[in-house]
């Protein structure tokens, strides 16, 4: 299987080129990629998504393109600059990418790409597979026009996978890193009342599921890439806690989340209860189903 990557160095793509044959990878600046992960890419080539479809050469002999690239919905208060930032990294740079692949000369079989489970909105208890209606926020209504941009690839010939990700888990970055300082002093607790749920899923579990979803011809559309087990948001806390051998009683009030954050903070107590069913469906099996388990990890990790 050749793959062509974008966000290749990124948190996730970082975790899922390792799985990978050699990879072409895509980015913007290609020198600083292959500084950053050149033991794991065959080349990289130069691509700025927001400027049109990527070279030609960057399809020869592909079978699968792996999109995972879009600016951090986490960086920064989502003033309107920023949102329209956040909607144009992920809408125009797929349906310049999915231009691309239509062009091409050798189309690849399959594109997988990146979504969020942003795409449900907050739906406190309900059970939320592939199946469920979206939600009716700015995260939803950029995961809808991103899916639409993916899914034109179908009338390519091409096999269009969403993966719905939820929170990625792992050492040196994403979510929990941002989170480890505050619990490391003491001082961390659950958001609010602690009941909204959190979908989330190891990043190494997340980078095996792409490559899933990339080599089973059955799975078609969406695709929730969460863990088996959400948990609500106290479960999570106490069991981080746990792992770092510290308290967890001081709840952060929406208010004071508000003021820090702006908009974003609507994101963090969203209670999103998300199943992968086309993934547990077709055999996958996270190999960190738990989530003490998988924090136990990725903290041993990170210590090592």
Same mark, same amino acid.
């Given at each position: @299987?050749?793959?062509?990557?974008?966000?290749?160095?990124?948190?996730?793509?970082?975790?899922?080129?390792?799985?990978?044959?050699?990879? $072409?990878?895509?980015?913007? #600046?290609?020198?600083? +990629?292959? %500084?950053? =992960?050149?033991?794991? $890419?065959?080349?990289?080539?130069?691509?700025?998504?927001?400027?049109?479809?990527?070279?030609?050469?960057?399809?020869?002999?592909?079978? =699968?393109?792996?999109?995972?690239?879009?600016?951090?919905?986490?960086?920064?208060?989502?003033?309107?600059?920023?949102?329209?930032? *956040?909607?144009?990294? %992920?809408?125009?740079?797929?349906?310049?990418?999915?231009?691309? *692949?239509?062009?091409?000369?050798?189309?690849?079989? =399959?594109?997988?790409?990146?979504?969020?489970?942003?795409?449900?909105?907050?739906?406190?208890?309900?059970?939320?597979?592939?199946? &469920?209606?979206?939600?009716?926020? /700015?995260?939803?209504?950029?995961?809808?026009?991103?899916?639409?941009?993916? /899914?034109?690839?179908?009338?390519?010939?091409?096999?269009?996978?969403?993966?719905?990700?939820? *929170?990625?888990?792992?050492?040196?970055?994403?979510?929990?890193?941002? @989170?480890?300082?505050? /619990?490391?002093?003491?001082?961390?607790?659950?958001?609010? #009342?602690?009941?909204?749920?959190?979908?989330?899923?190891?990043?190494?579990?997340?980078?095996?599921?792409?490559?899933?979803?990339?080599?089973?011809? &059955? $799975?078609?559309?969406? @695709?929730?890439?969460?863990?088996?087990?959400?948990?609500?948001?106290?479960?999570?806390?106490?069991?981080?806690?746990?792992?770092?051998?510290?308290? +967890?009683?001081?709840?952060?009030?929406?208010?004071?989340?508000?003021?820090?954050?702006?908009?974003?903070?609507?994101?963090? /107590?969203? &209670?999103?209860?998300?199943?992968?069913? =086309?993934?547990?469906?077709?055999?996958?099996?996270?190999?960190?189903?738990? *989530?003490?388990?998988?924090?136990?990890? $990725?903290?041993?990790?990170?210590? +090592?």
């Amino acid at each position: @299987m050749k793959a062509l990557v974008t966000g290749g160095t990124g948190f996730v793509g970082r975790h899922l080129l390792p799985l990978l044959d050699h990879p $072409i990878l895509l980015s913007r #600046n290609p020198e600083r +990629a292959h %500084r950053a =992960v050149g033991g794991m $890419i065959g080349r990289a080539l130069a691509w700025d998504p927001l400027d049109g479809p990527p070279p030609a050469e960057a399809f020869d002999g592909v079978d =699968v393109v792996l999109h995972l690239a879009g600016e951090s919905v986490a960086e920064g208060r989502w003033t309107v600059a920023q949102k329209a930032k *956040i909607r144009a990294s %992920r809408v125009i740079g797929t349906r310049h990418l999915v231009e691309g *692949i239509a062009r091409a000369s050798q189309r690849p079989r =399959v594109l997988v790409s990146a979504s969020a489970v942003g795409y449900y909105g907050d739906r406190g208890d309900e059970e939320l597979t592939e199946r &469920s209606s979206p939600g009716n926020d /700015f995260l939803a209504e950029v995961c809808m026009a991103w899916e639409k941009e993916a /899914f034109a690839a179908e009338e390519a010939g091409v096999r269009v996978v969403t993966a719905r990700t939820g *929170i990625a888990l792992g050492a040196g970055g994403g979510a929990l890193a941002k @989170m480890l300082t505050p /619990f490391r002093l003491g001082v961390g607790g659950p958001l609010g #009342n602690g009941r909204q749920w959190m979908p989330w899923i190891h990043v190494d579990d997340l980078a095996r599921l792409y490559v899933h979803a990339a080599t089973t011809e &059955s $799975i078609r559309g969406p @695709m929730n890439a969460v863990a088996a087990e959400p948990v609500r948001n106290s479960e999570f806390t106490k069991a981080l806690a746990r792992a770092l051998h510290r308290p +967890a009683f001081m709840p952060a009030p929406y208010l004071a989340l508000r003021l820090l954050f702006g908009e974003f903070a609507k994101v963090l /107590f969203a &209670s999103q209860r998300v199943i992968p069913k =086309v993934a547990l469906e077709t055999g996958f099996r996270c190999e960190y189903p738990e *989530i003490a388990a998988a924090l136990g990890q $990725i903290l041993s990790t990170a210590a +090592a």
